[in-house]
């Protein structure tokens, strides 16, 4: 179907969010962006066809806009507490949404979503169930590290690693204040390897589209969550998945009526067994998109901006062989850190990557001029550029995600480097599936 000139709202304006706008523009969409921030600050604005400042929440002015603008699809993208607005506003106006609001709710709260796992037998982690006045009055038995978060957040915000109780006290204080409900989860910190999973959905058909190893980093201080700093393709944990997990999950998918879209859900390694702890059922910011259309042939983004328009995430000839578990090549995702408090001066080495034999695409999330506020310590916001790659061995790649680190750089106006520590060769090491027999 021709999408030329189809008008689709996009709801938030982030950096990210630049990602929508710009498949959406060369699928020959028209494209607007709303969210309650100012133009200068919003820079999917930015880039789009047309701009309002209407804030995502407000139902009401955004079905006047999309009257007034005669929208014919909308999609927002990286943040979970839009989407139960994204719902009730496609409910309205009788647009594809490829949730309900109950899903949404279901799969941005961590207090529903986790017995649901243990319904179905699906590991997921070990959890502390005490109030705030039970931890206050100390009659509470808890093996420390814990980790302490909102149930509804998302990219990190509100979550702390506590090795003791004073810092139980203080971080479910600090997730109570970031949850919007107010809800908080005490669970196990495990540390270790992670993976993240990634699905698609069709018409109520389930696809595993991919399995990547979550390389992560303990790179500031001990009360802050290890960040991501890479992901790589295939997994070694895929075939693994496919046999002893990916049918529950299958199951409980089908069971709660999910039907489209796409989603992911972060796990955690124990011995050599996928444990969930953070689910999405949206788009996410590893970007894996960008890797599927140059791998696989087809593209996520692409097929989430179809169905806001039509009601169809492919076109009626698409093959689905496409959508594959394990891809025919070895890819990556890098991701570059850079420290709060620092104000982003002079940034080095774009270039030299963008050239680098194997890169798809190096998309920044951060500009000269940008200085992180401490709240932002320990979330996604740290991300100052993603680096999307694919090569045909295995060593390549380690040898490729290495470079990109050591290239990069990001400074302060001292001329000092506030780029944080990335990958090191041990954290490569065994961590992929063989693609050659």
Known sequence: MNLSGKRLLIMGGSRISTQIVNKAREMGVYTIVTDWYDYD?????????????????????????????????????????????????????????????ELFRLFTDKKRYKPLLEKYDIPTIN?????????????????????????????????????????????????????ETENVLIERFIQGDECTLFFLFDHGDVYLSGLANRHTKRN???????????????SYLTPNYIVNTLPKMEKM?????????????QCLIDDDEVIIYDIGYRLTGSLEYILQENICGYNSLESMIRFS????????????????????????????????????????????????????AAVPARATGDKLPEKSKGTLQQISLRVFGSTKSQKELEQSMIDIYQIFDIKNEYGESIKLEGLSPEDLNGKLMSLNG
């Open 41 to 101: 600050k919003s820079p999917a604005k930015q880039v789009a066809d047309k701009a309002f400042q209407v804030s995502t929440t407000d139902v009401d002015a955004l079905l006047e806009l999309i009257n007034k603008e005669k929208i014919n699809g909308i999609l927002t993208g990286f943040t979970d507490s839009t989407l139960p607005h994204y719902a009730k506003i496609c409910e309205a106006v009788n647009f594809p949404c490829y949730g309900t609001e």
């Open 220 to 234: 500031q201080d001990q009360n802050t969550i290890p960040l991501v700093v890479g992901y790589s393709f295939p």
């Open 127 to 179: 959890e502390y169930k005490y109030t705030y006045k039970e931890i206050l009055s100390k009659k509470i038995d808890v093996k420390y590290p814990v980790l302490v978060k909102p149930s509804d957040g998302s990219g990190g915000k509100g979550v702390t690693v506590c090795h003791n109780y004073e810092e139980l006290l203080a971080g479910y204080e600090i997730a109570q204040k970031v949850s």
């Open 253 to 265: 998918f089908a069971d709660v009526g999910i039907k489209d879209g796409i989603m992911f859900a």
């Open 309 to 360: 328009l039509t009601g169809e995430m492919f076109e009626s000839d698409f093959d689905y062989k496409k959508i594959q578990a394990i891809w025919p090549r070895y890819a990556y995702n890098v991701s570059l850190l850079v420290k709060v408090k620092e104000k982003i001066s002079e940034i080095t080495g774009l270039e030299e990557i963008r050239s680098y034999p194997g890169v798809i």
